[in-house]
């Protein structure tokens, strides 16, 4: 137990817009999402601002008829396995091909169709930008990735034994918010719920840790809720503003926010969720972003995930030194052929460097391929039971482009905002 002194202590907020809905509208049905899982570019010296792919030809070369048969089939069976209204997929594979797919219906109670332009919500990907921001102050010598999470942040259980590198990791032991019966019923029931970044600090610091820090690897978004108010401690800023100014503007991310309201960008693709296959699926794209937050507020479009996926698993936002540490991987326990792990904000699969999301309404998947310069970006208008309903296409598009690295099995679950039994 923390001392009720502690336990009560606030960290100054910055300003944020006040966004949230009281008595926002109840859903006609439970939502259900799979538990979180083992799942300015400043001028800096030694650092880069050049995206992946600078320079290279415009032209970009179809892939063989064949493939892009097949690629349609991937998506199509998963679309029908899964019962997802919409999808964006975007494979770029050079020397092999490039295909963009926008498939079904974006606005089920319109009829329009999936554009690929067309915005989304992207989940836990929104990590992979906090996670820089945070590496960036590290280049900086505003943070030291061994510095005590007390330091900026007081009052969380272990504070003084979890390091800033441990929390980007997720190897610091905090127990996961998201398995709050706030979250994990009422945010099922209710994107639109009334909560806040420090709703979800109380809770943490009201919790018992899962393991000792360093000992262990386990998903949880609370990592992520304690990295934000570590950025905002350090800055003196908003975490979004920090995450435009740094990532967003230089790299030319036009459809890329950190929103601080449940309101889409237009054209946006609907989300949807369902208690079960062949339920009925109910809108959930107006959602609370505060809820969360710094784990995975964001929202992006295909185009502009590419660009940043690239940027991100090149290490052209970081200083080489930094990039070396952040790409020191903790292996998640996974199946055999599977090679998973959590390095600084980044997620490794079978060599694939980047991450995956899922949240009320939407999965998601955007990996980059440093062996072959490959790019894999999937987004699903459906929220998943078990995994997301983005991970069989991620699966059957990866074994198709890399037999040899992935064999026909079982891929890690989606990483979401909500956990099972909600």
Do not use: C
Request: hydrophobic content about 45%; charged content about 15%; proline content about 9%.
């Amino acid at each position: 137990m923390l001392d009720r002194s502690v336990r009560s202590f606030r960290l100054p907020r910055l300003p944020r817009r006040s966004l949230l809905r009281a008595g926002g509208v109840a859903l006609a049905a439970p939502l259900i999402a799979a538990e979180s899982m083992a799942a300015g570019i400043t001028a800096q010296e030694g650092a880069t601002a050049t995206p992946a792919g600078a320079g290279r030809e415009a032209a970009e070369v179809p892939f063989p008829a064949e493939t892009q048969l097949a690629l349609e089939a991937i998506v199509d069976g998963a679309m029908a396995a899964t019962m997802t209204p919409g999808v964006l997929v975007g494979v770029w594979y050079p020397g092999q091909g490039t295909w963009t797919k926008a498939a079904g219906i974006g606005d089920l109670a319109t009829g329009v169709p999936v554009t690929l332009g067309d915005h989304v919500r992207i989940a836990s990907n929104t990590k992979t930008f906090v996670g820089v921001v945070v590496l960036q102050l590290v280049d900086e010598g505003e943070i030291g990735l061994d510095d005590p999470l007390e330091r900026y942040v007081p009052g969380i259980p272990n504070g003084d034994e979890i390091t800033i590198r441990q929390v980007l990791g997720m190897t610091a032991g905090v127990y996961n918010f998201v398995r709050d019966p706030r979250i994990a019923e009422g945010y099922a029931a209710d994107p639109l719920l009334p909560f806040t970044p420090e709703d979800a600090l109380e809770i943490i610091r009201d919790s018992s840790p899962d393991y000792a820090p360093g000992t262990s690897v386990q998903y949880s978004d609370s990592n992520y809720i304690l990295l934000g108010f570590v950025v905002e401690a350090v800055t003196g800023r908003p975490l979004g503003q920090e995450i435009d100014e740094r990532l967003v503007a230089p790299l030319g991310l036009t459809e890329t926010t950190f929103p601080d309201t449940p309101e889409m960008p237009q054209p946006a693709m609907h989300g949807y969720a369902a208690a079960g296959l062949g339920d009925p699926l109910v809108d959930a794209t107006a959602s609370n972003p505060d809820v969360p937050w710094g784990s995975g507020a964001m929202v992006s479009t295909l185009a502009d995930l590419k660009v940043w996926v690239e940027a991100l698993a090149t290490g052209a936002l970081v200083t080489p030194e930094t990039f070396a540490q952040q790409l020191a991987f903790t292996p998640f326990p996974t199946a055999p052929g599977l090679e998973v792990g959590y390095g600084l904000g980044l997620l490794t699969y079978n060599g694939l460097l980047g991450h995956n999301g899922g949240i009320v309404g939407y999965s998601s998947w955007m990996m980059h391929d440093p062996a072959t310069d490959a790019t894999l970006v999937i987004v699903t208008n459906r929220s998943g039971i078990e995994g997301g309903t983005a991970d069989p296409i991620f699966g059957g598009i990866t074994q198709l482009l890399f037999p040899d690295r992935f064999p026909p099995l079982a891929i890690p679950a989606t990483p979401v905002a909500t956990p099972p039994g909600a």
